[in-house]
């Protein structure tokens, strides 16, 4: 039984090295696909190399656990390379991702986990049976069918992974496969965006205005608690409120067509530019910003602002 399951499993990895897949889309190959293929044939063999007995000290002492960090510090410094419109930087951070990707499919590969050609086959496989509108018979005249569609064969191939893992009635759940190591605005972003592809959102904007008017009041209502209680301390529930309103915000960027997260990050790079610019007006008049005045402080501001 073993036996025959490797069997089906090599076949099937011929069909896709072939360019076909289990539904026997065909894919062509273009010169430039070749070209790419060349050089990622390269780079996993320079790392298995940098890996082996006489490679790289630091490369030989990395696990999976030790690179975590850099996978996560590779994907922002790839957001910052695509917002500076720079395409050579944008094009290097994207080569020490995929750097990041390799690695751990050597290090997967050599405890007998899976190799970098699972993964790729994996993605393939996925990203075929994710588009029968395109492979396949099914019909999506819009972005929004597509997603809609997308989000449907996800819940059924988690509640396949489900049955096989039992892992719980949970795991068909549209949201279930939103990961919580996110940030937290970018988690809250991923929950609501999957729900909405099944229709459950507001219908206008004007309905998270009412519900991020509702949240303030809920916050205001929880701090007059707190003041007749003569308590300075946040409880739980005062928390709860504050999640609740950041959560409504993240739904109106979303309803908007923004991305929250680098929303977020464009606002706080601009409050970064301000404040040090009013330090350097703090400066040049011979005194350090926390001494000002905040009167003084809020003229400075409004001048920055004001890109003086």
Known sequence: MGQR???????????????????????????????????FEKLVALQARLR??????????????????????ETYEVLDAMESGDPRKFSGELGDLLLQVVFHSI?????????????????????????????????????????????????EERAAEGKDSTNGAAADSIVGGVSRSLPAVLEAYQLTRRASHVGFDWKDLGGIFDKLDEEKREIEATLRLANAARTKTPTLHLEEEVGDLLFVGVNIARFLGVDPEIALRGANRKFKQRFQWMESAAAREGRRLADLPRERMEELWNDAKAGK
């Open 5 to 39: 399951k490797k069997s089906s499993k090599r076949k099937q990895r011929k069909s896709l090295r072939r360019g076909g897949a289990p539904n026997r889309a065909r894919i062509a190959i273009s010169a430039r696909d070749r070209a790419a293929g060349k050089w």
């Open 52 to 73: 082996g007995p006489n490679g790289c000290p630091w490369d030989r002492e990395q696990s999976h656990e030790s690179l975590r960090k850099f996978l996560i510090e």
């Open 107 to 155: 290090l997967a590969e050599e405890s007998g986990n899976f190799t970098m050609s699972d993964v790729i086959e994996s993605v393939h496989t996925k990203m075929v049976r994710r588009h029968p509108h395109v492979f396949g018979a099914a019909k999506a005249g819009t972005s929004a069918a597509v997603l809609k569609s997308w989000e449907q064969i996800k819940a």
